[in-house]
């Protein structure tokens, strides 16, 4: 069965900290894309990526096809950035994504 | 505006009742999708479509029915609410099958 996880499932942090989230899957994709939700808000996409690494403002990304793994990190981390993380793929030949259920991120100042 | 625009943000409606939930895009995006959310699911895809007139289920497609007559339009029915489709409905947009995904803010779907 596809599937995606992601870890941690909660995960509180302090103003300035590094912030890892992890996501693994189990087979082959086309792509892999993170995701933030803000408390009672929209999904917004941060990345979309199918090897390597990229890199948005404080947000890295990157993706070990080898060992079907994802992470993101956020540098300097801030209370602005309390949300939650959902990791998703797009399997090879599916047009669909597979979500994962999601990090909630508290960064407390 | 330019963007991918859900209607209603919030809408209760009693068990039984037909309700149609709005997606309206303005790229001419080819993928469109309808998502639930729910406490414990994470998001699941019920429809999408990827193109006009073509249409496919997804995870969990029982009690919905969607049409695409033109390109930027995508519609989510419920052909007869029930209180387990309580839920926070997300439309999106891809441009192609391995693009990024846009996603509209949702639409609080409350079955009293």
């Known amino acids: 069965k596809n599937e995606v996880e992601q870890s941690p499932q909660n995960l509180t942090a302090q103003e300035g900290e590094f912030i890892t989230i992890n996501c693994s899957y189990s087979?082959?994709?086309?792509?892999l894309h993170w995701l933030q939700q803000h408390p009672g808000g929209g999904i917004v996409s941060l990345f979309m990526?199918?090897?390597g690494k990229k890199k948005h403002g404080r947000l890295i990304a990157t993706i070990n096809i080898q060992e079907k793994h994802s992470s993101l990190h956020i540098t300097a981390s801030h209370p602005r950035d309390s949300a939650v993380y959902i990791c998703a793929v797009k399997y090879r030949g599916s047009e669909k994504l597979v979500f994962g259920k999601g990090t909630k991120l508290t960064v407390n100042p | 505006d330019a963007g991918i625009t859900q209607s209603p943000r919030y809408k209760i409606t009693e068990t039984g009742r037909q309700v149609t939930l709005m997606c309206h895009q303005t790229w001419s995006h080819s993928y469109m999708f309808w998502y639930r959310q729910d406490l414990g699911h994470g998001l699941r895809l019920i429809y999408y479509s990827a193109a006009a007139d073509i249409t496919d289920k997804g995870e969990v497609p029982d009690g919905y029915v969607v049409s695409r007559s033109k390109t930027e339009n995508f519609p989510l029915t419920l052909e007869s609410a029930t209180r387990s489709q309580t839920s926070v409905y997300f439309c999106?947009?891809?441009?192609?099958?391995?693009?990024?995904?846009?996603f509209g803010s949702g639409t609080r779907l409350t079955v009293v």
């Open positions: 999106a947009s891809s441009e192609q099958e391995d693009y990024g995904y846009t």
């Open positions: 087979v082959g994709i086309s792509a």
């Open positions: 990526l199918s090897s």
